[in-house]
């Protein structure tokens, strides 16, 4: 594929210019009238561009011209390198039917989340519907106040056994079995209230 510039007032001017001489074969004449075409267009959609190779044509028979000669890079000037859109990619149908499936099932997905700790009882119904789900929720947090309560009995018996075993006072050994029991009281209060919030 060909090098393009965006064609500039400076290069319709000279390609004006060349089309106007005698020496110039048909032919590139031919191809710059297309180019000079693209002057009065008025289409903002479309960059007017031409190819680097036509622009060096124009650049020779500007030199042979016999007047002093204009340099490439100022014939050039205020242009850039075109770059043509990339064309869009027709959709499949096929995958666009399969999106919409999928953001619909994740709607879905989403409402059902957001409803899903919303009672569908009617207001009318009596409290006594809800008792065995409250009795459930008790009776966890009375295992887990269990829990706490015995594995903290349990550290003090540890602590205050393992100062028996060493053979120290009664000061000793109760301290010992206090200071167990904190560490293990303030770890399992740690974890009680990060898994219940």
């Known amino acids: 594929m ?4 965006v064609l500039t007032e400076r290069m319709y001017d000279e390609i004006d210019g060349v089309l106007l001489r005698e020496d110039v074969p048909e032919e590139f004449q031919n191809e710059l009238r297309g180019y000079a075409k693209l002057r009065n267009k008025e289409n903002p959609e479309e960059t007017p561009s031409i190819p680097f190779s036509t622009i060096r044509k124009l650049h020779k028979y500007l030199e042979s011209d016999g007047k002093p000669g204009m340099y490439l890079h100022q014939l050039m000037e205020g242009s ?6 990339l064309p869009q990619p027709k959709r499949n149908p096929e995958l666009v039917a399969r999106l919409e499936r999928l953001r619909a ?6 409402y059902q989340q957001m409803t899903k700790s919303v009672s569908n009882n009617i207001a009318g119904n009596s ?11 008790v009776q966890g947090q009375l295992m887990n106040v269990f829990n706490v309560f015995l594995t903290i009995v349990g550290a003090f018996v540890f602590g205050f056994m393992a100062m028996y075993y060493a053979g120290q006072s009664l000061t000793a050994r109760v301290l ?8 293990v009281a303030t770890a399992d209060l740690y974890f009680l209230i ?3 919030l």
């Open 80 to 85: 850039e390198v075109f770059f043509p859109p």
């Open 194 to 196: 990060k898994n219940d």
């Open 127 to 137: 409290p006594i519907g809800n008792v065995g789900q409250e009795l459930k929720s």
């Open 105 to 110: 099932e994740q709607a879905n997905r989403e």
């Open 176 to 183: 010992c079995g206090l200071a167990v029991a904190l560490v």
């Open 2 to 5: 060909a090098t393009l510039v």
